[in-house]
């Protein structure tokens, strides 16, 4: 094992020096990165859009089973997300860092590796950040600033009446890995030689692991012509997001349990754990799916895109929101998805 350094070797200057080494900027907007006392950013022309997730270890994350690298990435394209589900394109980001003294040098280089990685497939400049001390662990705050033309910025109230509803990708595969994870952590807990079984289910490891926010569907609605009404990202899950935008733009909703796309690993790994599959994607969250609304005439357009389906409509408020059942029955749309603010029961903490 190659030596490790200690943070404190380098002090809280030294470490970002080492952590930022080499950034160059890649979007006009950006005009002083890191190394100044803020950030410049310039945008003449656009709405600016700002997002930040902060992500707290043993609520967010258990580093049991969560390579640093991969968690770097996903803080990263997470936000991302958010302004892609403003219909933006996200431009720069900051990290902020509370980190426990268990933590080396190397362990946040690793986790910036990640963060790196993820700037640049996206194309995102990171501009500045902080870091301090943590008495409870790693603690990451992530803050993406974006923009998008002003007549183009979706948000979640603009919903109608027969607007049709999509989704892309598939749903409840994150939830799943986690569940997979689990499983396997609390199986080999206490075996230093034990080795988790994921075969045949690398698709739902990946999509909790390592998330990718829907950039080419963005791309794809641009190319068409279609702006959509409203537009969440599928965080918390589908029932939540949708809830969301149905109570911001004063609407119902019917949504289809037969459409709802659900791919083969999901639906396996919900049987081994006996847990019901439509549950799990309507409530799973972190799948990072783009849902929206869109006019009803664009219907035959976007049957045709790849990555998208369309699972319901829009109604009336008075109409209420709910699931069509397979055999026609509705049953009322509940947020069921991970709340952040409740009480859970922290994970062990692992070794560094």
């Known amino acids: 094992m190659e030596k490790q350094t200690e943070i404190s070797q380098l002090g809280e200057f030294g470490l970002i020096d080492r952590l930022t ?36 270890e043993g609520i967010h994350f258990d580093l049991t089973y969560v390579p640093l690298k991969h968690l770097g990435y996903k803080a990263a394209v997470v936000n991302f997300s958010d302004i892609y589900a403003m219909n933006g394109t996200p431009r720069q980001i900051t990290v902020a860092l509370a980190i426990s003294s268990r933590f080396t040098v190397e362990h946040i280089e690793a986790l910036y590796s990640g963060i790196r990685l993820a700037c640049e497939i996206y194309g995102v400049d990171l501009v500045g950040g902080d870091t301090t001390a943590s008495r409870s662990g790693l603690v990451i705050s992530v803050t993406c600033i974006g923009d998008a033309p002003k007549d183009k910025v979706v948000k979640r109230s603009g919903a109608k009446d ?44 990946e999509r909790q692991l390592k998330p990718e926010a829907r ?11 279609i702006v959509p009404t409203a537009m969440m990202d599928i965080s918390d899950g589908l029932s939540s997001e949708l809830l969301h935008i149905c109570k911001d733009s004063n609407t119902g909703c019917r949504v289809y349990e037969d459409r709802i796309p659900i791919d083969y690993q999901t639906a396996i790994m919900a ?23 869109a006019p009803l005439h664009y219907h035959e357009q976007l ?7 369309i699972i319901g409509h829009i109604t009336k408020p008075e109409l209420g929101c709910a699931l069509v059942t397979r ?17 859970e029961a922290e994970t062990e903490a692992p070794e560094a």
């Open 271 to 293: 049987e081994e754990v006996n847990m019901n599959l439509v549950t799990a994607a309507l409530n799973g969250g972190e799948d990072y799916e783009l849902l929206f609304t």
């Open 21 to 56: 080494e080499g950034l160059q900027p890649v979007n006009e907007s950006t005009v002083t990165g890191v190394g100044d006392d803020a950030a410049q950013l310039r945008y003449p022309d656009t709405d600016v859009l700002v997002s930040t997730d902060l992500l707290v």
């Open 327 to 343: 055999d026609g029955n509705e049953m009322q749309l509940r947020a069921q998805g991970f709340n952040h603010m409740a009480p």
């Open 162 to 205: 027969t607007d049709l509803i999509c989704v892309s990708g598939d749903l409840g595969a994150a939830y799943m890995g986690l569940q997979l994870l689990e499983r396997e952590k609390n199986v080999g807990r206490g075996d230093k030689d034990f080795i988790p079984q994921f075969d045949g289910k690398e698709y739902l490891i």
């Open 303 to 309: 049957s045709k895109m790849e990555g998208i389906k």
């Open 215 to 225: 950039r080419d569907i963005i791309r794809e609605l641009d190319k068409a012509g």
